[in-house]
């Protein structure tokens, strides 16, 4: 193989390893596009679209990421699961070494004013 005939991504590993590092770390918008895979199992929708999340953060000091959210009620007997769900679909995340999902009802949860359009109209809200 002559001097021309070298595939172009040879010279682009040293390239995307610079990058890789810098990629190792979730974003704001990744983790919230994952979180749109759990859904509430009543209602069977996104918990984002929900507005049941309050916060969601990468710590690059623990390489944890961080979540506060909420349940669309304080005896919401499934909480675990989707407290658990969250977990699950975050932690595979590259660069992310633990999970912390906090459950918080303060404040309390209004579809009202915290689910998205969608979900309003799903739900009858006008």
Same mark, same amino acid.
């Given at each position: @193989?002559?001097?021309?005939?070298?595939?172009?991504?040879?010279? @682009?590993?040293? +390239?995307? /390893?610079?990058?890789?590092?810098?990629?190792?770390?979730?974003?704001?918008?990744?983790? @919230?596009?994952?979180?749109?895979?759990?859904?509430?199992?009543?209602?069977?929708?996104?918990?984002?679209?929900?507005?049941?999340?309050?916060?969601?953060?990468?710590?690059?000091?623990?390489?944890?990421?961080?979540?506060? @959210?909420?349940?669309?009620?304080?005896?919401?007997?499934?909480?675990?699961?989707?407290?658990? +769900?969250?977990?699950?679909?975050?932690?595979?995340?590259?660069?992310?070494?633990?999970?912390?999902?906090?459950?918080?009802? /303060?404040?309390?949860w209004d579809p009202r004013t915290m689910a998205s359009e969608d979900v309003k109209m799903m739900l009858g809200i006008w």
């Amino acid at each position: @193989m002559g001097q021309n005939d070298r595939p172009e991504w040879d010279g @682009m590993a040293e +390239q995307t /390893n610079g990058s890789a590092a810098a990629q190792s770390e979730p974003t704001y918008d990744e983790i @919230m596009e994952r979180l749109k895979i759990v859904e509430d199992p009543e209602l069977r929708m996104s918990v984002v679209d929900l507005g049941l999340i309050y916060g969601a953060e990468y710590v690059p000091e623990t390489s944890t990421v961080e979540v506060t @959210m909420t349940l669309t009620s304080p005896g919401c007997p499934l909480g675990g699961l989707i407290q658990g +769900q969250a977990y699950a679909v975050l932690k595979d995340l590259p660069g992310v070494k633990d999970v912390d999902v906090k459950i918080t009802f /303060n404040p309390p949860w209004d579809p009202r004013t915290m689910a998205s359009e969608d979900v309003k109209m799903m739900l009858g809200i006008w």
